[in-house]
Each structure stands twice: as C-alpha cells, then as structure tokens.
C-alpha cells in the first residue's frame, strides 16, 4: 500500500537519525571527557610510520590479541564480523528509507540492483558466513560467563552479558529476515532449494518450505523490522559501554608512548603548588583515552603480581574506576574522591583476603599494592600503559600533599634526603664493598676518558649479599681488560625508589645532584648490575639534562663472552641446573630479556625456563618501592615466584638484579629450601668459571 510505504520510509529515517545522532552526542561528550585532561608535553606524534604500522598490526592483524588464541579468534570474528555485516546493515536502513519509490513503480534499494552477479554472490556469502560466525561466537561467550567467568575478570559484566544479547538477537532476527527474503526469491525464479551464496540461510530457509507467499510476506516484514528495531537500539546503546573501545581504541594505538611510560606526570616544581593527582580531570589527556580504550578482556588481571597474589589491585579495575569517576561521578556540584581510604565492607572480602572497593574509586591499599612491573602493559592488546603511571601519580599527591604513606617508607625517604641511601648508610661507606679489589676512581682519572663508568648502586655498594656481585663483576672485568672506573663516594642513589614511592621532589633533587657529579667527567657508557640504575640513568634522567649510555651488566657480559675476551675454563661447569629470573626493569622497560640467556649459555650453564619468563616474567614484588614496605594483605609476591622457580627443579635461581637477589634469597629462606637451592647473579656464575 502506497501510504504504508511512505510510512515506513519516514519512519525508518527518523529512527536513524534518532539512535545515530544519539550515538554522536554520546561520542562527543566522551572526546570532551578525554579532552578534558591535563596538558601534556610528551612526543606522540613521532615516527608517524611506525604508529600506523603498529595500529594496522594491532588491530586488523589482532597481533596482541592471538597471544590467547580462543579469545583472540572470538574477537577476530567479532571485529570482522563488525565490518562486513556493517555493509549488510546498511542495505537494509537503505531499504527501508527508500521503500517510497514503489509508489511510483520503483523498488527499494538492494545491492542486488547495483552489483555484478558475482559481486552480489560474494556479499551475500560474506553476511551469510559472518553472521553465523557472529551469532556461534555470541552464543558461546554467554555460555562461557554462565558457565563460571574466567579469574582475571572483574565480576561478571552485565553491560558485556548485554552486548552478547544485543548480537545474539541482531543475527538471529539477521536469519528471520534472510531465511524468507531468499525463500520467495526463490519461489518466484523456480530456483532449486539451496543458495551456494547463502548456505545457512538455505538451512534456515528449508524450514519454510511448506509456507505460502502471504506468510512468508509476513514473515519477512516481521524479522525486517525486528532485525532493524534491535541494529539501531544496539546503535544507541554501544556509546554508553566499554565498547566504545571500538572507537577509542584506534586513536590510543596510533598514539602509544614509545619509550615514556610506567611514569607519573611531570611536575614542574617551579611553577606548581600541588604536586601529584588528586581528581581524575589533573591526569594526562592521554590517560584519560587509555579507559575508554580498555576493552575489560583481563589480560592486566591475569599477569598482574598483586592481584595474583591476593592483593585488591587489578589494573582492569583502575581504569574502570578512573573512567566512572569521569564518566559518571564528577558532575556538576557531586564530586567523588577519587582516592578512597575508607574501611572496607566486610562483604567485599575475598576468600584469599583481597577484596574489591567501592567502584569510581582507586583504595589506598590498590594504589600501594602495586609494583610497577609493567607485566599490565605487557599484556595490553591496545597498549594501554598508564596503570603505574596513574597509580604513581596518586602516590605523589598522597606523599607530597598529604604526608600520607606507608610508615616503613619513611626511613627510606629520610636516608634518601640526608644519606643518598634508602638504608640510611653514609657516602663513606660505598667503597667498603671494593676492598682489596684495586678498583680504580673517576676522579683519579686527571681528565682521562674511562671506557665504562661503573655505577655501583646502593645495594651493590652496601648490601653484603649485592657487594658480591660487583666484586665478581670488578673480576670479570679485569680479566677482559675493560677499562673502567667508579665514582666512589661521590655516588648517590639514582631516586628510583622516591620516584616510585611518589617522592618526585626527592627524586628530581637525587637526578640532579648525580648529573650536576658527572658532568666533568669524561666515559662512553655507564655500567650498571641495577637495572633501576639502568632505566633511570638511561632514560629518566633525560627529563632532568642526563643524556647517558648504559648497559646493564648481562649486556656487557655477553658481548665480551661473544668476542671471546672472558677466559672461561668450561671444565668447571658443574651439573647444576639454573633457571634465570628476569628483572622487570630489564627485561619489559629496556627489552633485555636475550642477553642474559645468551650469558648463562655461552658460560656453559645448563637452564631451564618458569613459564613466566622474558617479557612474560612475574615480579619479584620488590619493584614500585615495594621492597622497602611490607605486604600486609594476601600472599608475599616474592613467595610466589620462589616456588615457580622451584617448581622447575633447578638448584640454581639466577638474577640480574639486587633486587631480586634479596627478594629471592628470602623466599628460598622462607620455604627452607636455602641450602639447596642457591640465588646467584649472572656476574657470580661467570666468575666462578673465570681461569685463575
């Protein structure tokens, strides 16, 4: 009927425009929020060659997402399925506008009209195919949730369990309108039963067979406008969920931190009167584009230290919780702390002792419990790296606002301010560990340029058990002919410990304090057993003048071995099995998880892998200033990867870092298993199979 038809066509055009135009405003409104974030001087516009070709990779190539091969072939239908089906739906809004013309003879508009045959042939396979590769991998994801959620998940979604109901019944209303549409274009052509174009749709089709035109008419109108009815509703819905990662995540691919992240804002001293972040709207731009970027799939969860640990932290958790405090908690006059020290409702204990706080708020014991090991970056699918940096920015305003922190931090803020130490001890007693070693001093150099400048550390120069790698290392040295020097007691503690317990005005005092020493000296590179020396030296104290080359010691070591410049007797190889703990500093912020392998290999160690290795390590739970607080809640991180050493019957746990070492050492003491399975680092096993 003309009027019916006319209808149908105002209709249809007003409910686009009103879901499509809903769907804008809510886009909007969410730019604003990103946009609405602080200032921010960081670079993410360089290499503008390498951002696309890591957002094509990303994304279409579902590179990150495949490391979980069920879940990343779920999403990859979903995210196909997304385009191609988008041009089915657009035929049939099209459809529906145009209905008008058959009052003046014409059709609406079809594909079929304006495509070669098998063009159209090959459309009509692409919808087939995807929408009941869609509608399979819809249905089972609701039965995965139903059937128990996986453990990095938050609890059960209720908008995602939406979403999969808003694709479950978009294709099969999909195969309600398809099924009769092809089972009358088949009747009125006298076509055999099956469509090689469409085969579910014949499958689905065979069920209608004994219909008549009328019901398949009716039929046909009934799932048109079903299928219509949910495509716009789903529409207005997705700005409102996390799915808007669809859109958002694009532009936070293109424009990832390429070496800056893991790191609280600047802050310029000179020019601030509030250090740190107290509300969501003090955060970078950029941090702000990370939550609406996450896609919640709880990646971050599973690799997460403190989390597996027992601990309330989930990185997943943060950025939910600093996009509702965004989103929905910080309007108008209402505002929500973002930082809650609240007690915590007895009923959100867990059974392991963790618990989960109030959501739209980041807990004190959330912000404290984590170690800033990046294994969250890591396992990013959208390369979402503002977790620590977030958290550490929350620190700083607790720390230098507040005055509120852990209580154990405060002897290593206070040997750090007075000392240059976290442990307090005095600058004479970083050359006790060189003792008897004839170690050579920069400043005895008269001006002559050093090969290596050996950054002794903290630990290394006044922990018993780390001295023993620089003397092992000073051995190996020697034997190689390096050229190098220390600075003695002019050294001072690089700051990674204040920058990371949210002490920045500490840190930056500490940074150029050790720049303003350097400066008259003349070295190539530094040299470092600490790979919080290595990352803060190299790349952090860029921020503050410090434009240094460092190599960590495994570095060195395995180029000196690879030149064959280490005299090695092999022949005291021994039988020990050794699996190697990777430092998170060196292993996921400097990308140096080969060289300590290609070491332990060349030194002729028999190795066997922990599961979690290389950039998939799992934290020694003494990074983020961890190492000098205690952990109160759950189970110690250092215990838990002491027994996935052990788990790998080695006899041997081998480290990179003085960090580690303690945390190791500790956890074999712990579990009583110290005197058979020994803690060494990667300097010590070469020493000892130095030739005399």
């Not at 609701?142 to 979604?157: D, E, K, W």
């Not at 495509?231 to 859109?247: D, E, I, Q, R, S």
């Not at 709880?298 to 230290?305: F, K, L």
């Not at 989960?356 to 969250?376: I, K, M, N, Y």
Request: some cysteine; charged content about 20%; overall charge neutral.
């Amino acid at each position: 009927m003309p009027v019916l038809a006319v209808l149908q066509s105002l209709l249809m055009a007003a409910l686009s425009a009103i879901a499509f135009g809903f769907m804008a405003l809510q886009l909007r409104r969410l730019a604003r929020l990103v946009a609405s974030g602080a200032p921010s001087d960081e670079v993410l516009t360089d290499a503008p060659a390498e951002r696309a070709l890591k957002l094509v990779s990303l994304s279409f190539g579902h590179r990150k997402v495949l490391e979980d091969p069920s879940a990343g072939l779920m999403h990859a239908v979903f995210l196909y399925g997304f385009f191609v089906l988008g041009i089915g739906h657009l035929e049939v809004i099209l459809e529906g506008v145009t209905s008008f013309l058959s009052v003046f003879g014409g059709r609406p508009f079809a594909y079929d009209q304006v495509l070669p045959p098998g063009l159209s042939a090959a459309y009509h396979l692409s919808q087939d195919v995807f929408a009941a590769a869609v509608l399979a991998a819809a249905a089972i994801a609701l039965a995965r949730r139903f059937a128990g959620r996986p453990s990095r998940l938050l609890p059960r979604s209720e908008d995602g369990e939406r979403i999969l109901w808003f694709l479950a019944a978009l294709y099969v209303t999909f195969f309600l309108l398809a099924a009769p549409t092809l089972a009358l274009r088949q009747r009125a052509a006298g076509e055999a039963f099956f469509a090689a174009a469409q085969p579910v749709t014949s499958l689905v089709a065979y069920v209608y067979a004994g219909f008549g035109t009328p019901a398949l008419k009716a039929l046909r109108e009934l799932g048109f406008w079903a299928h219509t009815l949910i495509f716009l509703g789903f529409a207005a819905y997705l700005p409102t969920t996390k799915h808007m990662h669809l859109v958002f995540a694009w532009p936070n691919l293109y424009f990832f931190r390429r070496e800056r992240y893991g790191l609280p804002p600047r802050i310029e001293f000179e020019k601030s009167e509030k250090f740190g972040i107290e509300k969501v709207q003090e955060l970078p731009w950029k941090s702000l584009l990370d939550t609406f970027a996450c896609t919640e799939c709880g990646r971050c969860n599973s690799v997460c230290p403190a989390h597996a640990t027992g601990k309330p932290l989930m990185p997943m958790k943060v950025l939910h919780d600093l996009k509702l405090n965004l989103r929905d908690r910080n309007q108008g006059d209402a505002k929500t702390p973002l930082v809650s020290n609240a007690a915590i409702d007895p009923k959100a204990v867990r059974a392991d002792g963790g618990y989960t706080p109030v959501e739209g708020q980041v807990h004190v014991d959330e912000l404290w419990a984590c170690t800033t090991c990046a294994a969250c970056v890591e396992a990013c699918p959208v390369l979402i790296d503002s977790v620590p940096g977030s958290l550490l920015g929350l620190r700083q305003n607790l720390v230098m606002m507040e005055s509120s922190f852990p209580q154990e931090a405060t002897n290593a803020f206070k040997g750090l301010e007075t000392k240059g130490n976290p442990w307090g001890l005095g600058p004479d007693r970083r050359t006790e560990w060189a003792e008897g070693l004839d170690v050579p001093l920069m400043s005895a150099q008269g001006g002559r340029e050093v090969e290596y400048l050996l950054w002794v550390g903290c630990a290394g120069a006044t922990d018993p058990r780390a001295r023993k790698t620089n003397q092992a290392l000073v051995r190996i040295l020697k034997a190689a002919g390096v050229d190098f020097a220390t600075l003695g007691s002019e050294e001072r503690c690089n700051g990674d410990p204040a920058r990371r317990l949210g002490n920045e005005y500490v840190f930056a005092e500490l940074a150029a304090q050790n720049v303003s020493t350097l400066e008259p000296y003349k070295f190539r590179k530094i040299l470092v057993t600490c790979p919080h020396c290595l990352n803060s030296l190299g790349k952090e104290y860029r921020e503050h003048g410090g434009r240094y080359t460092v190599v960590h010691h495994s570095q060195l070591l395995s180029e000196l071995l690879a030149a064959g410049r280490v005299p090695l007797d092999l022949a005291k190889s021994s039988d020990e099995l050794v699996t190697f703990h990777d430092p998170c500093y060196l292993a996921r912020y400097n990308d140096g998880a080969e060289p300590p392998r290609d070491v332990l290999g060349r030194a002729g160690v028999k190795t066997v892998e922990m599961p979690m290795s290389g950039r998939n390590g799992f934290c020694c739970g003494a990074g983020g200033g961890r190492i000098f607080l205690e952990e109160k809640i759950g189970k110690r991180v250092n215990i838990e990867r002491t027994e996935q050493a052990l788990a790998t019957g080695a006899s041997t746990v081998a480290v990179g870092c003085p960090f580690c070492m303690t945390m190791m050492t500790d956890g074999t003491k712990a579990k009583g298993v110290d005197d058979k399975v020994k803690v060494k680092d990667l300097a010590e096993l070469v020493a000892e199979r130095l030739k005399q």
